[in-house]
């Protein structure tokens, strides 16, 4: 039996001798008491002991403890030469470039990289708290099988060579038992440094099920829509923080210069100063003081950023597409709208089929069009649509052209007959859905004062320039496919589509294209792709035929039966738990996680029985978890890799498969940049057998074949094509995407462990004005070249699982809004009388989704999450500060303690996801797997979900709560965290296994 090794650091490695800091920096102390930088002084053993003798003494009144270890003469008298790596942080997903200090190979300093373009030097808790992590006593170093009951916490070390025949003869056994729709997979949710790449296991065996819980709940719903309707992914929120922080020139954009504009930058739902903190706050930070930016939050509770805010308007959970409505009458009453964009860079002009919903083609009312930008090469598509002309107060053609060149002035709000038929424009479509929407209306439904939305719109309407970013809110609520829209109807109103600000800003030389733009649509696409299927967006059909038609030949060059290979992949995408009534899922190649769940515990339509988890814990970052942990119960084996075990691994898993930190770990996968850079990621250590996250997946995929057969497998290489075979094979491959000949001919350059795209390049504002091959301005990688306000998407997604199936068609269903539209949250405060509070969620600066709950510092920091909660509700159960309050929803319970502001709304409430990894420490009396007793989402729920993504309800659903006790097992003081301090172990380990 193996157990983690646990201590206050009583086995680190001479000359590491530092135990228990309590909340004292000792490097600091020890700095100052000797006068100069010990980080660039040679230092003999002898004079370091007497040093830190002395700053033993100066400690002494401050509770310290034992801080050094004796040492021998001759070991005493070696010098230490401290190293400097750069690498790039992982705590979150934006890559911060850091300098790393190792001493004897042990890392001993992090610092953020003042040539990052957006940190600039800066790091968060996250970044710094890596090395508790990294030297955790929670970082398992060796495979570990469970050997006792699941939820025991009893584990053997194994070698790697069983542990991957053990992982392989498990799916191959489902798989030859039960099909392959018995395996299934699962990343996302924080700390994954795999995301999109499952798909490569599951088309191994055929399967077609992989839970992405960074998926359906974040980003996903807002790329579908930036895809579809602008046609590149943009996600509507801080990542691409350079589209604000701009680039400060006297360049001119309709005759404004840039440099001395009005910049207001709306930031919806959206915490950069605490989800992104080195990266989106502080490049906000620089936007604000050196741009003279302002900034409008909308958020439930008084964030960092609404504390710097212009204006801050308190919205009630769930209730944002009110407001969004609100805003768009609004523009349209005041006609604040850009009417150039509007007419002709939209689609808000064209006049909608009312039988079909979808906007008329020109050849569809007159037969005989001739449309003047069709691609005599027929290539390229570029469809001419209808409208209601002013010129000839008439319904007239509306091909796509320059502005200046347009035969037609279209109307962007009206009704018009269509050869006997009453059609109305998307615009007139858009106005009657909003008309209702007054600031009055909306201040009374979102509990906000109509005042201030009007000060708030005026302040943004009136700028020079804009963007509204919107955060994560969405993709918790059932309005993830409509609140994007309803911010991507604000922005193209008012014409803030590739101008500063903007978040629909294309970046880079890619953009710039010579041709017709074209768009893939979605991260699925490489693996719809290598199956003939999916619609490239921009080509005629015939060209999209050609190209899926060659994939097919391909295949069968291969000695397989291509077309039968494509027909699989097609019923095996229509087969994925709930795909068929939440097409959107294809985008990101999810399966829809309510409909996983009940698959499992009921057997239908059929039952997945084997798990391999990619990333941590599930129990803190879905919801119900109650109902998860049902289901998870009847796995019949799961297997997790991941650095440290989490509540998932505790009460769950079989097999657990240990991964590298981000110290250890190289790469060039991760999608944060910083402005124009992209930085690897460069190994600074290495610990006991952890794995490159990238490689462990292809050895398993590799047992999967080698048990299952190839020929049993549906496409034996596809584990191949997004993992590697070893360390080596992934450097080489990245060194490639670098430009470089080799990854060390990367890392011999220290400084310039990066790419770097030209400013010129890449900050190219309104690029869609730019004339291409065909004469014609570039617009966008949209079906109508223009930014579809109106979603064409949405409706035919709904239809026919287009533009994913093609040139198949997936069973219909409801369709799908095609423009941002009101619902009230089906748990609603308004009617809800046994739970009248409602309860939301947002990010802090110390963790990232469920990650580091085992970081000592942090947990000092946050030991237990904090309902923050305003007087004068907490008054009317008998709450103080700092009482312990149990919360309780129609799902489940969960504890937090009672944080009175006056910087959230009355009846409002918001709290973290949070989980105790020292609910199942061995220093407890008995164990749980501690994500029950502070776990926010045993309280969410699944039961709603928005029809087009299957979102659940992770925010703005209903609770009660009354004054508690803490849980036991918590752990809130500063001592009790001393097991999980750092604690070398020694491992003779220190290489790559593969």
């Excluded at 390229?380 to 002035?409: G, H, I, K, M, W």
């Excluded at 790419?755 to 900050?763: C, G, H, I």
Aim: hydrophobic share 35%.
């Amino acid at each position: 039996m193996v157990g983690l090794q646990r201590g206050r650091g009583r086995n680190w490695p001479k000359p590491y001798a530092l135990l228990w800091r309590r909340r004292n920096d000792f490097e600091t102390i020890k700095n100052e008491m000797i006068g100069e930088d010990m980080s660039t002084t040679n230092m003999t053993r002898r004079s370091f002991t007497k040093v830190a003798a002395a700053v033993g003494a100066a400690l002494a009144a401050t509770e310290s403890v034992q801080l050094l270890e004796d040492a021998d003469k001759a070991f005493a008298a070696q010098s230490v030469e401290r190293v400097m790596h750069k690498t790039a942080c992982h705590g979150c997903t934006n890559c911060c470039p850091v300098r790393v200090y190792t001493e004897d190979g042990k890392v001993v300093k992090i610092e953020g990289d003042p040539d990052g373009p957006l940190n600039k030097g800066g790091v968060c808790l996250k970044c710094l708290s890596q090395i508790q992590t990294l030297y955790s006593p929670r970082h398992v170093l060796h495979p570990m099988k469970r050997v006792g009951e699941r939820g025991q916490n009893k584990w053997e070390a194994i070698s790697w060579d069983e542990a991957l025949d053990l992982a392989g003869e498990q799916i191959a056994t489902a798989v030859k038992k039960f099909g392959p729709y018995s395996y299934w997979s699962a990343r996302g949710g924080g700390g994954a440094y795999i995301e999109w790449e499952t798909w490569g296991m599951d088309y191994t065996v055929g399967g077609c099920n992989s839970l992405a819980s960074g998926a359906c709940q974040c980003a996903m719903p807002r790329d579908f829509v930036s895809s579809t309707s602008v046609g590149f992914n943009c996600c509507l929120d801080m990542d691409n923080v350079d589209r604000f922080v701009g680039i400060v020139d006297n360049a001119e954009i309709d005759g404004k210069r840039r440099d001395d504009s009005e910049r207001v930058f709306v930031i919806w739902g959206s915490q950069p100063s605490a989800s992104k903190a080195a990266h989106g706050g502080h490049g906000l930070a620089d936007a604000r003081s050196n741009l003279g930016v302002k900034t409008v939050v909308i958020d439930p509770y008084m964030t960092a950023d609404a504390v710097k805010a212009d204006v801050w308007l308190p919205i009630r959970p769930g209730s944002d597409t009110a407001l969004l409505l609100a805003w768009i009458r609004y523009i349209i009453d005041t006609k604040a709208y850009d009417e150039q964009f509007v007419k002709y860079w939209t689609n808000i002009p064209c006049l909608i089929n009312p039988e079909t919903k979808l906007p008329y083609r020109a050849e569809e009312v007159w037969p005989d069009y001739v449309n003047p930008a069709a691609d005599a090469a027929g290539v390229y598509d570029t469809p001419a649509y209808v409208c209601f002309d002013a010129r000839t107060n008439s319904v007239q053609p509306l091909p796509f052209s320059a502005p200046e060149a347009s035969p037609v002035d279209p109307v962007p709000f009206t009704t018009a007959n269509v050869n006997g038929v009453e059609a109305k424009t998307a615009g007139q479509i858009y106005w009657e859905e909003a008309d209702p929407w007054t600031l009055d209306a909306a201040a009374k439904t979102c509990w906000l004062d109509a005042d201030r939305i009007k000060e708030a719109l005026d302040l943004y309407i009136s700028a020079d320039f804009g963007g509204v970013s919107g955060g994560v809110f969405s993709d918790h609520q059932e309005c993830s496919s409509t609140a994007p829209l309803g911010m991507l109807a604000i922005d193209a109103l008012l014409g803030r589509i590739e101008t500063p600000l903007s978040a629909f800003q294309n970046h880079g030389p890619a953009s710039l294209t010579a041709d017709r733009p074209t768009a893939r649509l979605g991260e699925a696409s490489t693996s719809f792709a290598r199956y003939g299927l999916g619609w490239t967006t921009g080509f005629t059909k015939e060209e999209n035929d050609r190209k899926l038609d060659k994939v097919v030949e391909g295949w069968n060059e291969k000695g397989r039966d291509g077309e039968q290979m494509r027909r699989y992949f097609f019923q095996s995408r229509c087969d994925t738990l709930g795909a068929n009534a939440h097409k959107g899922i294809h985008q990101w190649q999810t399966c829809a996680p309510k409909e996983l769940r009940q698959a499992i515990t009921t057997g239908e339509p059929y039952r997945p029985r084997v798990m391999y988890e990619m990333s941590g814990n599930k129990y803190a970052v879905m919801g119900p978890s109650l109902q998860w942990k049902d289901a998870f119960d009847q796995q019949d084996f799961v297997i997790q890799q991941y650095p440290n075990m989490t509540s998932f691994t505790i009460q769950s898993v079989d097999l657990f498969l240990p991964t590298t930190e981000w110290l250890e770990y190289d790469s060039y996968e991760a999608p944060g940049t910083h402005f124009n850079r992209h930085y690897a990621r460069c190994a600074v250590t290495h610990l006991g057998e952890t794995v490159n996250p990238f490689v462990s997946p292809y050895q398993v995929g590799k047992s999967v074949v080698e048990h299952l057969g190839a020929e049993n497998c549906f496409d034996p290489d596809a584990f191949k094509q997004p993992f590697f075979e070893s360390t080596e094979a992934a450097r080489a491959a990245w060194a490639e995407q670098m430009g470089r000949s080799s990854w060390d001919e990367m890392l011999s350059d220290i400084d310039k462990r990066y790419t770097e795209v030209p400013l010129s390049q890449y900050m190219v504002y309104k690029q869609y004005e730019g004339i291409v091959s065909d004469g014609l301005p570039r617009g966008f990688a949209t079906m109508s070249r223009k930014v579809e306000v109106y979603s064409e998407a949405m409706l035919r997604l709904a239809r026919t699982g287009f533009p994913y199936m093609y040139p198949y068609e997936q069973p219909s269903c409801d369709d799908y809004s095609p423009i941002c539209v009101f619902k009230e949250p089906t748990e609603s405060p308004l009617t809800d009388t046994e739970y009248p509070l409602v309860i939301t969620t947002g990010r802090l600066p110390h963790f990232h989704h469920g990650t580091m709950r085992h970081a000592p510092f942090i947990r000092e920091l946050m030991p237990v999450p904090e309902l923050r909660i305003n007087p004068k509700t907490a008054a009317e159960y008998g709450i103080e500060h700092l009482d312990w309050v149990k919360i309780t929803s129609r799902r489940g319970s969960s504890h937090a303690r009672a944080y009175l502001t006056e910087g959230i709304a009355p009846g409002v409430l918001i709290t973290e996801r949070f989980w105790n990894p020292e609910c199942f420490d061995d220093t407890q009396s008995s164990i749980t797997p501690g994500f029950e007793e502070c776990g926010y989402n045993v309280m969410s729920a699944d039961e709603f979900q928005n029809p087009v993504f299957a979102t659940n309800s992770y925010r703005a659903f209903t609770v009660k709560i009354e004054k508690s006790t803490r849980p036991e097992r918590i752990w809130i003081e500063s001592e009790q965290f001393a097991p999980f301090m750092p604690a070398l172990r020694d491992e003779p380990v220190t290489k790559e296994v593969f």
